[in-house]
Nanobody
Framework: QVQLVESGGGLVQPGGSLRLSCAASGRLFRTYAAGWYRQAPGKQRELIATISTLENTNYTDSVKGRFTISRDNARNTVYLQMNSLKTEDTAVYYC??????????????WGQGTRVTVSS
């Protein structure tokens, strides 16, 4: 069973930056693709960034050019660097492990989430 623990959320002013981390248990981390999701108040959870086992990345349009997903297989960790944050980025952020063929296919491995609040 894989366990995921997110960290790095907090309160930040518009235009600021945060880096989220997601630490995974287990020895098969490098065999999984990974994704970051977010869920804003009153909205559905949405996939915002993915990274394959070969470190190919994809982003939803709303974060493209501002967010960067990366992974460190030696540390079993996925990161989400968030720059130029906007109030609409306020959400609980979740990481996930899955598979990536034609599109990202999430496995039922979720962390507890980390809250990001962008406000002045």
């Amino acid at each position: 069973q894989v366990q995921l623990v997110e960290s790095g959320g907090g309160l930040v002013q518009p235009g600021g930056s945060l880096r989220l981390s997601c630490a995974a248990s287990g020895r098969l981390f490098r065999t999984y693709a990974a994704g970051w999701y977010r869920q804003a108040p009153g909205k559905q959870r949405e996939l915002i960034a993915t990274i394959s086992t070969l470190e190919n990345t994809n982003y939803t349009d709303s974060v493209k050019g501002r967010f960067t997903i990366s992974r460190d297989n030696a540390r079993n960790t996925v990161y989400l660097q968030m720059n130029s944050l906007k109030t609409e980025d306020t959400a609980v952020y979740y990481c996930n492990l899955g598979d990536y063929t034609a599109k990202y296919d999430p496995y039922p491995y979720w962390g507890q989430g980390t809250r990001v609040t962008v406000s002045s």
